[in-house]
């Protein structure tokens, strides 16, 4: 049985063979962009912002 000693090998081989394929075979899709709809950010909306109101621990509580 080598093919049982070899079975992380094969699976590899396998999966590269796979991926090669499935690589080789795809389509890309061409890259449309779009300027029609400006991007823009409102003034009114804030970045949330949190505060830690908490002393610092010694190092001899931290022990």
Known sequence: MNAMKHMEAIFFVVAAIGLGTAFVTSETQPLVVSADRPLFIHPDVHMPVVTIAAK?????EKS
């Open 56 to 60: 610092r621990l010694t190092p001899a």
